[in-house]
């Protein structure tokens, strides 16, 4: 398994602050995300400054239209080089499909993730938007029909990492938010795990954003959690 398993969320206003948060981490250690108040504020450009001081990036877009113009977002996010890549699997598997084909001729084809269910939506509110079933039984919908067509993996809790490795297998990558370090404010976050227990439940990777980056020393938390997460018994 991959040792880097920490992508930093630099979810920053514009270019400057997160090149700067990005020079106080080394990217031997971690990778990290560019979202959309970033990349909106500073592009491309930005993208490129991280891969030009060794960032692997996951470009968190979530990218949710047509077929077509789903498969050109992520050619063109293929063409950044990027690491990693998202696509909203409520696109239907035509969709997910073309993304897939889209990226398939690039040598180096980044990840294609699917988003399945935003952890923001309650169950009372997947209701009101015409979803009757409740968010864990939609997030397995979505996340069997994101393998069957083409994905690699998900964005998911860490709760729904262990019933997604238990009925799609240990290769069906997951992407985890919701991190908090022991004695961590929770911010805006509810269901929240350690990064010691979400490797546990089997999180592939995992997305943390303030935790480190609004920590007084960055570098040493990433690190800690680094150990916490070898601590842990990370399985494969
Ligand atoms: O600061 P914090 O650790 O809460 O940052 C988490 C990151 O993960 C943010 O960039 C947020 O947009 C993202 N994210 C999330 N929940 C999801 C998907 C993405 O918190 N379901």
């Not at 592009?43 to 077929?67: M, N, S």
């Not at 938010?177 to 089997?202: F, N, S, W, Y």
Request: one cysteine or more.
């Amino acid at each position: 398994m991959d040792s880097k398993r920490v992508i930093v969320a630099l979810d920053f206003p514009d270019a400057g602050a997160a090149l700067a948060m990005a020079a106080r981490l080394d990217p031997a250690h971690c990778r990290v995300k560019v979202g959309k108040e970033l990349f909106v504020a500073a592009g491309p450009a930005v993208v490129k400054g991280l891969h030009d001081r060794g960032f692997e990036v996951f470009l968190d877009l979530k990218f949710h239209d047509i077929p077509n113009t789903v498969a050109g977002a992520c050619r063109a996010a293929a063409n950044l080089g990027v690491w990693m890549v998202n696509i909203h699997a409520s696109g239907g598997a035509a969709m997910m499909r073309a993304a897939r084909e889209a990226v398939a001729p690039f040598a180096r084809p980044p990840l294609l993730i699917g988003v399945t269910v935003l952890t923001s939506l309650s169950d009372a509110e997947l209701a009101e938007i015409g979803f009757a079933r409740s968010a864990a039984e939609v997030v397995d919908r979505l996340a069997r029909l994101a393998s069957a067509n083409g994905l690699d993996g998900v964005v998911c809790s860490a709760e729904e990492a262990a019933m997604l490795r238990a009925s799609l297998g240990e290769r069906f990558v997951t992407v985890t938010p919701g991190i908090r370090l022991p004695g961590d404010a929770k911010g805006d976050q509810t269901r929240v795990m350690t990064p010691e227990d979400a490797v546990r439940h089997g999180a592939h990777y995992l997305v943390i954003g303030r935790p480190i980056t609004q920590s007084a020393d960055p570098a040493a938390t990433l690190q800690a959690i680094a150990r916490s997460i070898a601590g842990g018994k990370a399985s494969k």
